[in-house]
């Protein structure tokens, strides 16, 4: 469904947050406000597939998971290894939306749960985990906790995949980032009062750190690989690796 949420000033909870309006429209809304959203979760997946050929199952968190887009890719590429899939979000009205999918027994199997990411969760053993535009809706202060427990979690040559919306510590530069974004948004079909309306939502809910504040995060985690494989503007993703 059309994205139109933000025709009106103001959103329906006040500040931003993935109630059910925004999971109705969630589709269309990340792949119209994301540059090079599904290109980036085939990629992940195929490089999920690459690596990870050789092993029997493969034990995959995906944080903030949402409607599951990159479960629907990563089983798209016909993996060999059986899946096990664990889809943590905070918001009931996205799981919901990703319980009704249904996946074959035979090649993987599917976990949801519910939870703030803000809190402590305890993972079983995991090879990937999958940060997709979710850490910048976790608060700064708690962020480093969280990566560190899934850095503990991952198996030795295990994989992050760190994607956000960073900001750009030189002004100048942000602002012409900016102008940048917004011109992209209203080719997708927003217009200037949605593209206002939307970013005065986010404000204090979306909270990006530099590039480089991210890839300290996942330094100070334990991660000695930290490697940028994508950017576009503000959007910024990391591949990052356990020793062996
Ligand atoms: C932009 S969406 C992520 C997109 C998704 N990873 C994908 O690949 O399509 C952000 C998601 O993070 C979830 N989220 C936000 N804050 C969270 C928190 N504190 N704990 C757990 N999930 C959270 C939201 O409910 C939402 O589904």
């Given at each position: 469904m059309r994205d139109m949420l933000f025709k009106k000033p103001y959103f329906s909870d006040g500040?931003?947050?993935?109630?059910q309006d925004v999971v109705t429209v969630f589709d269309d809304m990340v792949s119209r406000s994301v540059p090079f959203y599904q290109e980036l979760l085939v990629l992940m997946s195929h490089f999920v597939y690459d690596y990870f050929k050789s092993y029997n199952s493969v034990s995959i968190y995906d944080l903030?998971?949402?409607?599951g887009n990159f479960l629907k890719c990563l089983l798209n590429q016909n993996l060999n290894s059986f899946v096990r899939y664990h889809g943590i979000d905070s918001s009931s009205d996205m799981l919901s939306t990703l319980d009704s999918f249904q996946i074959d027994a035979s090649i993987g199997q599917v976990s949801l749960i519910q939870h703030d990411l803000n809190n402590f969760i305890s993972f079983n053993s995991m090879d990937v985990c999958l940060f997709n535009l979710v850490l910048q809706f976790i608060k700064p202060q708690n962020r480093l906790a969280l990566i560190r427990n899934c850095y503990e979690s991952l198996s030795p040559g295990g994989i992050s995949f760190v994607v956000e919306k960073v900001v750009s510590p030189n002004n100048d530069i942000q602002s012409w980032f900016t102008k940048q974004y917004h011109s992209f948004k209203k080719q997708n079909g927003y217009s200037s009062e949605e593209i206002i309306n939307k970013e005065s939502a986010l404000n204090n809910v979306l909270v990006p750190l530099s590039m480089e504040q991210n890839s300290k995060l996942l330094h100070d985690a334990g991660f000695k690989t930290v490697q940028p494989f994508f950017q576009w503007l503000n959007f910024f993703g990391i591949l990052a690796i356990k020793e062996r």
């Open positions: 500040e931003f947050c993935f109630n903030g998971c949402s409607t």
